[in-house]
């Protein structure tokens, strides 16, 4: 992984959030979360600095980092895109809207787009199951969604 | 009230846990409060992880106060000074107005030091989870509390012993909790006059699927199944047939036709081989294909399981993957039996009651829909037409009359003709999306 540089104003906040958590090691989680708020992900660049302040290893860190599915080590692209799989979605058929997204974008579960624009993920219920299937886009929500919706769903962002 | 009093009023009521278990809170309450330590915790699992309810939600999001005020109670009679909630993150809504209530139940003085100059005092904190199922588990929630990764731990200790940084923690879920400030109001005679034999009170369900009417009910225990679907959920959308209903999540199973005027409660719900759950309640018609079903719950528990122990970790990906196979027209009679002993390994064998209950999908599916799965596996054939593997979408020369409605809406333009003129689809084009066949006005597409 190449070397991220981040920037200095940002690394501080970082800090004085460690500190205003009293630096204490059961407050990882809530470290993390603030970090994630911060910097958008959590890069290892990242991880190093909170294992530093909370005096915990690296290791600890990532193995935390890696076991809560909120937490990203790769940037979100700049529309978030994500398929609610919930039991209530998945019977009214977000598995072809889902397939529909993956095929147009030509993306992975879990990817982001060369560009930065797009990235595809899937959610556990948003509660919004009345809606099923659905669909946010960043802080839209979209709901009733059919596979032939995709392509005009993504061309409101291009 | 003393302490013993109030336990004592929670125990003849009959509350049991709205949490999935059902264990009788009162009993829960009482041994919390027999362990002697200094310091006790209160915590509220507001992890609510089954995806398709919502439940919880709606109880923090409308009434938080009535929450606070029975995690209040509990410190009272616990001797616990101080409570938490454990929140999904995925809940910013809930979390604000939380925030919002327990400021003012500290403005008012119910929630702080020496409250009401009784000399008791209490006061609640937030925690939140981070988007992993597993961590409603009451052991693992208290190690995500901790700032762990959020591994179950062997039972006993259970909690009320050693719990939340190793003190004796009494842990409810939100709706149990909500049930206590209206019990202690109206009398554990009232509660307990609805409801089941075991069973007492309400209880909410979230109604989805392929109903009419989706959203949140609250019936009286021992309402029947076919009361919530049918007079409650106004029966199946667009007229297809019921088939089944899953409940308890990812942890239950599906129940059909004959479980319909069974009394829903604790005991009925495991006696048909499926759980109360937290009260998560899917509908499915004649489409739905019941492998399918139990696999995109499988899919579930494999990326849920924490993989701190083997039946879970492995077993649960084997299981998956025979299923895939099964859906794919690859697997053999052979493989039906494998599934059974397997999924009944993992049931015996997992270390936490995500392990324990994660073949029960698989399970229950295979005992009250064993034909589909024949059907799979003998006849290479999905019946409601689901596995994408197994059909192919074909257009009737005879009842087309060429409007091209199909050829516009195929996203991968595998459907060629003439205006006017019967159209054709490249199978080795078509992704099986079944746009086409829902267009067609003309029903001139078919499955096979
Ligand atoms: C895998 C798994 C997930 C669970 N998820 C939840 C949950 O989301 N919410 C909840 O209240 N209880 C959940 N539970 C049950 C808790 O472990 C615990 O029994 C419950 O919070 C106790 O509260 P109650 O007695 O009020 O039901 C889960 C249990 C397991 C095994
Ligand atoms: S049963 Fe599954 S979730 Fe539970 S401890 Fe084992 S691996 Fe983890
Ligand atoms: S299952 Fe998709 S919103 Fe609930």
């Known amino acids: 992984m190449a070397d991220i540089k981040l920037p200095a104003n940002k690394v501080q906040e970082l800090r004085d959030i460690c500190a205003k958590f009293n630096h204490e090691k059961g407050e990882l989680i809530n470290v993390l979360h603030a970090a994630q708020g911060i910097f958008g992900y959590l890069p290892a660049e990242v991880q190093d600095i909170v294992a530093e302040e909370l005096n915990v290893s690296v290791a600890h860190v990532y193995g935390v980092v890696t076991f809560y599915s909120f937490f990203t080590m790769t940037p979100k692209g700049k529309y978030p895109i994500s398929i609610c799989m919930g039991t209530a979605c998945y019977v009214r058929g977000a598995e072809k809207v889902l397939d529909e997204f993956k095929r147009l974008l030509d993306l992975k579960v879990g990817e982001t787009s060369a560009n930065g624009d797009f990235s595809i993920s899937c959610l556990r219920c948003v509660g919004a199951c009345g809606l099923a299937p659905v669909v946010t886009v960043g802080e839209k929500v979209y709901g009733r969604v059919a596979p032939e919706d995709v392509k005009g769903i993504i061309a409101e962002y291009k | ?448």
């Open chain 2, 1 to 448: 009230m003393t302490p013993e009093e109030v336990i004592d009023e929670i125990k003849r009521s009959g509350l049991r846990g709205r949490g999935g278990g059902g264990f009788p809170t009162g009993l829960k309450w009482e041994l919390t409060r027999k362990v002697k330590a200094e310091q006790k915790y209160v915590v509220c699992n507001a992890d609510e992880g089954d995806p398709g309810a919502f439940m919880d939600r709606s109880i923090l999001e409308g009434d938080p106060h009535t929450v606070l005020e029975a995690m209040a109670i509990n410190g009272y009679c616990t001797e616990a000074s101080k409570g938490l909630i454990y929140i999904r993150a995925e809940y910013p809504l809930a979390i604000e107005r939380l925030k919002i209530a327990i400021d003012q139940a500290r403005e008012y003085g119910l929630l702080g030091d020496d409250i009401f100059g009784t000399g008791f005092s209490f006061d609640i904190e937030l925690r939140y989870g981070a988007g992993a199922f597993v961590c409603g588990e009451e052991t693992a929630l208290i190690h995500s509390m901790e700032g762990l990764r959020g591994e179950p731990t062997v039972k006993p200790p259970f909690p009320s012993e050693s719990g939340y940084k190793g003190a004796p923690t009494n842990v409810n879920n939100v709706e149990t909790y909500a049930s206590v400030p209206v019990i202690l109001l109206k009398g554990a005679d009232w509660f307990s006059s609805i409801g089941t034999e075991k069973s007492k009170g309400t209880k909410v369900f979230a109604l989805a699927g392929k109903v009419n009417n989706v959203g949140l009910v609250e019936v009286p225990m021992g309402t029947t199944l076919r009361e919530v679907i049918f007079d409650i959920g106004g029966g199946i959308k667009g007229g297809k047939k019921f088939k089944a209903v899953q409940t308890g999540g990812p942890s239950g199973g599906c129940l059909t036709e004959k479980h319909l005027d069974i009394p829903i409660d604790y005991d009925n719900l495991i006696a048909s081989g499926s759980m109360m759950g937290s009260g998560g309640m899917i509908v499915m018609d004649e489409d739905d294909c019941m492998v399918s079903v139990a696999k995109f719950y499988l899919d579930f528990t494999v990326e849920e399981s924490c993989g701190k122990c083997a039946p879970c970790r492995i077993g649960n990906k084997r299981l998956y993957e025979m299923l895939d196979t099964i859906t794919q027209g690859k697997g053999t009679v052979e493989d039906l039996s494998k599934l059974r002993n397997l999924a009944n390994v993992i049931k015996d064998t997992s270390l936490c009651g995500l392990g324990q209950t994660s073949p029960n999908p698989v399970l229950s599916t295979m005992d009250n829909f064993y034909d589909e799965y024949l059907a799979h596996v003998k006849d290479h054939k999905c019946p409601s037409g689901q596995c994408k593997a197994l059909m192919s979408y074909i257009i009737k020369e005879d009842a087309c009359v060429g409007c091209t409605l199909c050829a516009r809406v195929c996203p991968v333009d595998a459907i060629s003709g003439e205006k006017k003129m019967p159209h054709v689809i490249d199978q080795s084009i078509c992704i099986k999306c079944g746009a086409c066949f829902e267009k067609c006005k003309f029903d001139a597409i078919f499955i096979e």
